[in-house]
């Protein structure tokens, strides 16, 4: 060192963290760095100016004043509340500041306060979307530098955090530091209710307010608790109306960041959670849970209408929508309701046209997952819903419940008008428009309407001369079913029925 004090000021040192890795303290932005200074007298003016009552020089540093040349061993800053010594004026500033708890750096979208100027312009790329860093080798972007560090090691295989007690590696320190807590014996934190041990204190406070039945922080609109402050943070939002996190792909916005990542996987097809049971992929957590209690076959919550059991409170709910016929949840639009909010999701999409679901084999698009499920089977081939009465084999399991009927003769859907009975819902809706004279569904060709889309569906093949199907015989293709059924007679030598109007020149 030389004997002189040296501080780290070049502005192309600092980077979008607010300071390099390589600065001794990279918490200290550039506002915050103190100015160089000619000897410790002066350092002592500057300490004392800023909280006297909180931090004092060591006595022994100030045995030195006057020299020019401070020795190492003795340049020591002594916090007096907590007796820590600080080798420098950066870190005895940094430790002041800690001790205070002043956070003077203020975000001017959602107000979060910080202690720090780097720490604040790390938050603001949260709102802004803004990620600098991004990785040679795969080109995903981050918005520390820390975090692309870490990334990084995914393709070296780098592990450079390993455990003194068994020798197990680790890529990340967080990782690295839980895993020494085993060999510490460091699960000290007791619940005196349930005897449950955690790692750390703040832990076992959350954990302690589920004996509570309530959290410790309460929203002042509503008096809803929360076991987080960062719950309550985003819960806020729902009064203020506040989205403040936006997708990058589609625009749409969000209260916290976690839903947006969640909702980002829509787009990129990421499914990242994986039932180690049949090595089905979600999206999200929460429909894993779900799947695995069909494993188990677990149904712990049942209807009290019709007995019904379901794996989760939520899918219970949306059920006894069927008894009450309650739909809360209504089209901005065209007002159609639903019982449940996944559904006006996917319905909304018939008006904006979004269709984020594609399937990667054809590249064809879908406004709903189901639907993209359903096409997948097409090229697959799977069918994996067998009828146990005829053997007859179904890609969707709507397909085969509504196939059992024929078997059942069950008609459950009844007409008002009429008294006709069907088979499913949609049937009975489709002959309800024949009272009515409603027909919704008109060709973009001729402007033909129709009651029903299948009918617009065989109509349009009058247009596009589509002929989907083929006799397995001979090769030959049929506009309609009923042309196919009446032609593969003429292989079997049963003689056509008079109504099949076969004719080969379709």
């Avoid at 600080?86 to 002043?102: A, D, M």
């Avoid at 089905?280 to 149904?299: A, I, P, Q, V, Y």
């Avoid at 949840?329 to 309701?337: P, T, V």
Wanted: one cysteine or more; hydrophobic letters at 20%; charged letters at 25%.
């Amino acid at each position: 060192m030389g004997g002189t004090l040296c501080y780290n000021n070049e502005p192309s040192k600092i980077g979008a963290e607010g300071a390099n890795e390589n600065l001794t303290n990279p918490d200290i932005s550039l506002v915050e760095q103190p100015p160089p200074t000619s000897g410790i007298k002066e350092e002592a003016a500057s300490c004392e100016g800023e909280n006297q009552s909180d931090c004092s020089i060591n006595p022994l540093t100030e045995q030195i004043q006057g020299t020019d040349t401070p020795t190492p061993s003795t340049e020591l800053y002594n916090c007096s509340k907590c007796q820590k010594q600080c080798k420098t004026k950066v870190g005895f500033l940094k430790h002041q500041k800690t001790r205070t708890g002043v956070k003077s750096f203020v975000c001017s979208v959602c107000e979060k306060h910080f202690k720090w100027q780097s720490e604040l312009i790390v938050h603001q790329r949260s709102h802004t979307g803004e990620k600098p860093f991004s990785c040679s080798e795969c080109g995903k972007r981050f918005t520390r530098h820390v975090h692309l560090i870490e990334h990084y090691r995914t393709h070296t295989g780098e592990k450079p955090y390993s455990c003194s007690d068994c020798g197990k590696r680790f890529s990340h320190g967080s990782d690295f530091n839980r895993h020494c807590r085993i060999h510490r014996l460091e699960k000290l934190c007791i619940c005196s209710q349930c005897k449950k041990q955690f790692t750390s204190h703040s832990e076992l406070i959350v954990h302690q307010s589920s004996h509570m039945g309530e959290g410790p922080y309460s929203c002042f609109e509503c008096g809803k608790r929360f076991k987080r402050r960062s719950q309550l943070t985003v819960h806020r939002r729902s009064h203020t109306g506040e989205r403040p996190y936006s997708c990058p792909k589609c625009g749409k916005d969000f209260k916290d960041r976690s839903t947006l990542r969640a909702h980002l996987r829509i787009h990129t097809g990421e499914k990242p959670f994986t039932c180690s049971q049949c090595e089905k992929c979600f999206t999200h957590c929460s429909d894993l849970n779900r799947h695995l209690k069909s494993h188990k076959g677990e149904k712990p919550f049942s209807c009290s209408q019709c007995g019904k059991y379901f794996t989760s409170t939520s899918d219970l709910t949306v059920h006894l929508r069927i008894h009450t016929g309650e739909r809360p949840y209504s089209c901005s639009e065209c007002g159609k309701c639903f019982k449940d909010p996944t559904y006006l999701t996917t319905h909304q999409r018939i008006h904006t046209g979004e269709k984020p679901f594609t399937c990667t084999e054809c590249g064809k698009c879908f406004s709903g997952r189901a639907g993209l499920n359903s096409h997948k089977k097409i090229h697959t081939g799977k069918k994996s819903f067998t009828c146990t009465e005829c053997g007859k084999c179904f890609s969707e399991g709507a397909r085969l419940r509504y196939h059992k009927k024929i078997h059942t003769g069950e008609k459950p859907f009844s007409c008002t008008e009429c008294g006709n009975c069907f088979r499913d819902r949609e049937g009975l809706k489709s002959h309800t428009r024949i009272h009515t004279g409603e027909k919704p569904f008109s060709c973009s060709e001729c402007g033909k309407c129709f009651s029903d889309r299948t009918s617009l569906k065989s109509h349009t093949r009058i247009h596009t001369g589509e002929k989907p199907f083929a006799c397995n015989e001979c090769g030959k293709c049929f506009m309609y079913r009923y042309q196919l059924t009446a032609h593969s007679q003429l292989h079997t030598g049963e003689e056509p029925l008079p109504d099949s109007k076969c004719t080969d020149t379709q």
